[in-house]
């Protein structure tokens, strides 16, 4: 058995008191196990499982992995279809929204749409992918107008090439409420 310095398992930002290591690694399964697994009823799957490191980590990365069996994990990742990262969101980081949005409006322009059916594609599924993403992260202002640029052209050309504002967007992104009021 070997001896490494202190170390924590982070849980919601801060480390765990039961989760925090005096002495050496082999310690730190146990009280895994005992913490979160059998009190569920769940069982880690190493194989699925990803142990992502600080650089501060070097020192005990190797045996952690070995004791853990974990592989290690690299960020940029994605969990339940978000990013995972550690910095701020960028345009970048988005693509694969705007990637997501492209792809539902390019299945529905085959289809011949009314406008109403163009605003209840939109409320009901351009903007959930929107919503399901901002629960997450503040989407920065690049990524906002990419948003309403699409979102925008599809509900006014729709499957053609041409097509005007009927009406101010200011007035489509009302709440119903205050549309019924005008």
Not at 8 to 20: D, E, F, K, M, N
Not at 30 to 54: D, E, M, Q, V
Not at 121 to 138: C, H, N, P, T
Request: contains cysteine; charged residues 20%; hydrophobic residues 45%.
């Amino acid at each position: 058995m070997y001896g490494t310095g202190p170390f924590s398992v982070i849980l919601c930002g801060r480390p765990h008191p039961a989760l925090q290591s005096r002495g050496p690694i082999s310690g730190l399964v146990p009280t895994w196990a005992g913490f979160i697994c059998l009190p569920l009823g769940l069982h880690t799957n190493p194989r699925k499982s990803h142990l992502i490191l600080s650089k501060a980590a070097n020192g005990v990365r190797t045996s952690l992995l070995e004791t853990l069996g974990f592989h290690e994990g690299r960020l940029p990742l994605r969990y339940l279809g978000l990013p995972l990262i550690a910095s701020r969101l960028t345009l970048l980081d988005c693509q694969p929204l705007l990637q997501k949005i492209d792809a539902r409006i390019r299945g529905w322009n085959s289809v011949g749409l009314s406008f109403a059916g163009r605003v209840h594609l939109i409320k009901s599924v351009l903007l959930a992918f929107e919503v399901y993403w901002a629960m997450a992260f503040l989407f920065p202002k690049g990524v906002i107008k990419e948003i309403v640029k699409r979102i925008r052209t599809f509900l006014w050309k729709g499957n053609s090439s041409s097509g005007y504002p009927k009406v101010a967007w200011e007035s489509v992104c009302k709440p119903i409420e205050e549309e019924a009021k005008a």
